[in-house]
Every structure is written in structure tokens, then in C-alpha cells.
């Protein structure tokens, strides 16, 4: 299945630390979303981005939509314990009404 | 607002078996999508209903199927049972169900973990 270039991987960080990942895409999308899953639960919609160039915050998550429309990435400034989690990219196109291509994901470890 | 549910949360059946799985909406939300989350393949789009209609599918093989019904609960259904389809199904509804801006914001509901064997 089509899946979106998501990068890290995995992060190991101490809490406190700023969090930068990001999404790459070989087609256009129309609008990008960030969410977070926790386990044993559903995706959490963080952010979401529907124009080139967009960036938005939300408290201590910042997001932005690429210029070329392929790209986008996610900071999250002085991380917390509760930020543990796996974080997803996921994009949507034009017409594509509510098919989302998600990212492979990044799993984020913050020590206390 | 209570948020999307699903039902059961956990299965376990055997290869050749079928299964149904239900999902409840966020109340007046109206298009409701299906998700597969593998640690293989990731979050994989199904499908999606939109006022009772098939309105997009993913590259899933025939033996997945869904319906929509008239108060926008959906159910989907998968024949034939192979161990892999042990997954986490995921179920999203939004407001609209159109690719402009919010309120077409998903919200998914906490999966239901089906086990194969």
C-alpha cells in the first residue's frame, strides 16, 4: 500500500529537548495533517494544513505545509513525558474527498 | 459529544471465518472511512461512506466490504478470513465528508484489534 516518507524513524530524547520530524510525498497534496497515537487508541488529529506555505501552531507544536506541496514537517518545542507517542503524517488530495495517505510514523521516547 | 466508537474493541477468529465489525459516529457526522493499521503496511485507507454510498476504496481485495446506514452508523465486513488481515481497524467520521477546510476534520475512534489464527 502507499505509504508517505516519514522521518525519523524512532527518537530518543531527554524532556526538554525540541522535536523536529518531517513528511515527503512523490504527488501533490492539498492539504496535510499531523496526528499522534497512543496505545491502545485511535490517531489524534494535531495539526492540520490546508495551503502551501501554512504554518500553524498549537501550543507547543508548530507544523508547515511545503512550498512544492510534497512536504511537511512538525517541531515540537521543550517536549514533556506525555509527548510519548507515535507521530503520523498524512496527506490528502484534491478530489480525493476523505482518503488520507498516512506516513510510516516516528516514534518519540522523551526521558525524563 | 461522545466521540466515535467501535465495537468489538478486541476479536479473535479463525482463517475462513467472516467478521463484522461496527463503528458509531460523532453524532451528526456524516461520512464515516475505514483504516487498516499494520506494522507492516501502516495506516491503510479502505473505504469510505458518505450518505449511505461508497464514496472512495482503497486497493483492498473484494473480501472487504461495507455498508452505511440511514443513521450514518457503518459496518464493515470481511469474508474469508487470511491470518493477514490481523490488524487494527480503525474507524474515522467527519462533519461533511468534502475536501474543503474544517470542520471536514477526522476523528477516529479507538480501533478494533482483530487476531487471526
Known amino acids: 500500500g502507499q505509504q508517505l516518507n516519514q522521518s525519523p524513524q524512532s527518537m530518543f530524547i531527554q524532556e526538554g529537548e525540541d522535536v523536529s520530524m518531517n513528511c515527503t510525498s512523490s504527488?501533490?497534496?492539498?492539504?496535510w495533517l499531523w496526528y499522534k497515537q497512543e496505545p491502545g487508541e485511535g490517531p489524534v488529529l494535531l495539526i492540520a494544513?490546508?495551503?502551501?506555505?501554512e504554518l500553524t501552531s498549537n501550543g507547543r507544536l508548530t507544523a508547515q505545509f511545503g512550498i512544492t506541496r510534497k512536504d511537511s514537517f512538525l517541531n515540537i518545542s521543550a517536549s514533556i513525558p506525555s509527548d510519548v507517542g507515535i507521530y503520523f503524517c498524512?496527506?490528502?488530495?484534491?478530489?480525493?474527498?476523505?482518503?488520507?495517505?498516512f506516513g510510516t510514523g516516528t516514534l518519540l521516547a522523551v526521558q525524563p | 459529544k461522545a466521540g466515535v466508537t467501535q465495537t468489538p474493541r478486541y476479536l479473535i477468529k479463525t482463517r475462513g471465518q467472516q467478521v463484522t465489525l461496527s463503528c458509531s459516529p460523532i453524532?451528526?457526522?456524516?461520512?464515516v472511512s475505514w483504516y487498516q493499521q499494520t506494522p507492516g503496511q501502516g495506516l491503510q485507507f479502505l473505504f469510505e461512506?458518505?450518505?449511505?454510498?461508497?464514496?472512495n476504496k482503497g486497493n483492498f481485495p473484494g473480501r472487504f466490504s461495507g455498508r452505511q446506514f440511514s443513521n450514518s452508523r457503518s459496518e464493515m465486513n470481511v469474508s474469508t478470513l487470511e491470518l493477514g488481515d490481523s490488524a487494527l481497524y480503525l474507524c474515522?467520521?467527519?462533519?461533511?465528508?468534502?475536501?474543503?477546510?474544517?470542520?471536514?476534520?477526522?476523528?477516529f475512534g479507538p480501533g478494533t484489534r482483530l487476531t487471526v489464527l
Open positions: 474515522a467520521s467527519s462533519l461533511a465528508g468534502t475536501s474543503g477546510r474544517a470542520p471536514d476534520t477526522q476523528y
Open positions: 504527488s501533490i497534496f492539498n492539504t
Open positions: 494544513l490546508y495551503k502551501a506555505g
Open positions: 498524512a496527506g490528502r488530495s484534491h478530489g480525493a474527498t476523505n482518503k488520507l495517505i
Open positions: 453524532s451528526g457526522h456524516r461520512s
Open positions: 461512506y458518505f450518505s449511505e454510498t461508497q464514496r
